[in-house]
């Protein structure tokens, strides 16, 4: 089965804020994207992330072939038990979903 790095360009994560996190996913053609924006469903991110369903925000764009995620953050940027400043870690972790 192939991973959604297997399926698109780039999976960027990026902090919006000391509480939430963003996630694009880039997908490059207009082919990829109709097929990941169909196949990559919310309860898959919200398994992934431990996120119940109504704390995920999506944003499907399919001018420019992106599908965006918006989530709290785990725990506030900053604070002593962050372990990832900027959320890269939830790109890292979208990229090895199968689906």
């Known amino acids: ?14 902090n919006a804020g000391p ?8 997908c490059g053609s207009a082919e ?7 196949a ?3 309860r898959a991110v919200c398994d992934l992330f431990g996120l119940e369903p109504q704390l995920l925000t999506r944003f499907d764009i399919p001018d420019l072939h992106v599908i965006k995620f918006s989530m709290p ?3 506030v940027q900053g604070s ?3 372990r990832d400043m900027h959320g890269a ?3 890292t972790l979208l990229e090895e979903l199968v689906i």
């Open 80 to 82: 002593r038990f962050d």
């Open 73 to 75: 953050r785990i725990v």
């Open 1 to 14: 089965m192939p991973t959604l790095r297997d399926l698109v360009r780039k999976v960027a994560a990026k």
């Open 19 to 26: 509480f939430q996190v963003t996630v694009d996913v880039f």
């Open 32 to 38: 990829a994207y109709a097929h990941v924006s169909t």
């Open 40 to 42: 990559l469903s919310n």
């Open 89 to 91: 870690q939830f790109g």
